[in-house]
Structures are given as structure tokens and as C-alpha cells.
């Protein structure tokens, strides 16, 4: 007879509650999900943007969703760190998000350009939605990544929205 293993998760001993970790944890999960969102959405619109400015924006939608996609590590690697399983597939992410997903008929252009203004804009609320847990937390790390996040997101916001003035 095989013996029989258990296997127990180590105790998380950080200096946040347990209670505190899976707020944060849920909001960061929810950030997740917008961002996988988000990313997806930009890349859909490089592949199909076609108009006058095509290559400006092909090129600029590149530049952003690299950017989003070497965002979703540390996001989803501060979720494990406070000792929680962060969301990976569209079910959850689509439970999770706030933001729609990608229109199945590519919009033109400079809709494109209005439907990331706003897909950016709600990202970022939903960073600075995860702050108060933090604070209360005393997460410093956490709190850091949520200003990287909300600098860029609003940067791009502000980028996008000047194409459309």
C-alpha cells in the first residue's frame, strides 16, 4: 500500500491579514481581467485598423499592447505573492472584467482610438479602486504597482485622447 502524502500550504506570514490579502487579492483580480481585456482589445485593433492612419496607429496599438502584456505578470505574480490563485482563463476574466470585449466587427479608426480612451480610463479606475485595501493594508507593494499602473493607463488616455481633438 502506497503511503499516503499530504501536502500543506505554508503559512503566509508577511505582515497582512488574511482578510486583508484576499481583498486585495480580488481587486488585483479584477485588474487583471481588465488588463488581459484591454490587451486584447488593442491587439485586435492593430490587426484590423485600416484608414489614412493606418501605419500611426498599427504602430502606436503595437507599442500599447506590448506594454499591456508585460503588465499582466506582475499583476497576476503580486496576486500569487499574497497567496491567492490568480484568474487565467476567459470565463473568469470575462466574470471579472468591466471593460467589453473587443467589437466582433473591427469599429474605424478613430472610434478604435475612443473605445481604448475609454477601455484605459476604466483600468484605471479599477487600479484606483484597489487602493484604499492597500492603504489600510500597509501593501506597500502593492500600492506601488498600482501607481506604475494607473501612470500608464492615464498617460495613454491623454495620448489617445489628443489623436481625437
Known amino acids: 500500500m502506497a503511503a499516503k502524502t499530504t501536502t500543506a500550504a ?11 490579502r484576499a481583498k486585495i487579492a480580488q481587486g488585483l483580480s479584477r485588474l487583471l481581467a481588465d488588463t488581459y481585456t484591454l490587451y486584447l482589445t488593442t491587439h485586435n485593433f492593430h490587426w484590423n ?17 506590448t506594454e499591456l502584456w ?39 479608426a478613430m472610434d478604435m482610438v475612443r473605445v481604448l480612451v475609454a477601455g484605459h480610463e476604466t483600468v484605471a479606475r479599477t487600479a484606483r479602486g484597489v487602493f484604499p485595501a492597500a492603504e489600510r493594508a500597509d ?19 491623454w495620448m489617445l485622447r489628443s489623436l481625437l481633438e
Open 139 to 157: 501593501d506597500q507593494p502593492t500600492a506601488d504597482l498600482l501607481t506604475q499602473r494607473l501612470d500608464i493607463h492615464e498617460k495613454t488616455a
Open 10 to 20: 505554508a503559512r503566509i506570514d508577511i505582515g497582512i491579514s488574511a482578510s486583508d
Open 49 to 65: 485598423v485600416t484608414g489614412p492612419m493606418f501605419n500611426t496607429l498599427h504602430a502606436m496599438f503595437m507599442e500599447q499592447y
Open 70 to 108: 508585460n503588465a499582466v505578470d506582475p499583476i497576476a505574480e503580486r496576486i500569487r505573492a499574497l497567496g491567492h490563485v490568480a484568474p487565467g482563463s476567459y470565463t473568469q476574466f470575462g466574470r471579472l472584467s468591466t471593460l467589453s470585449d473587443a467589437p466582433a466587427t473591427p469599429p474605424k
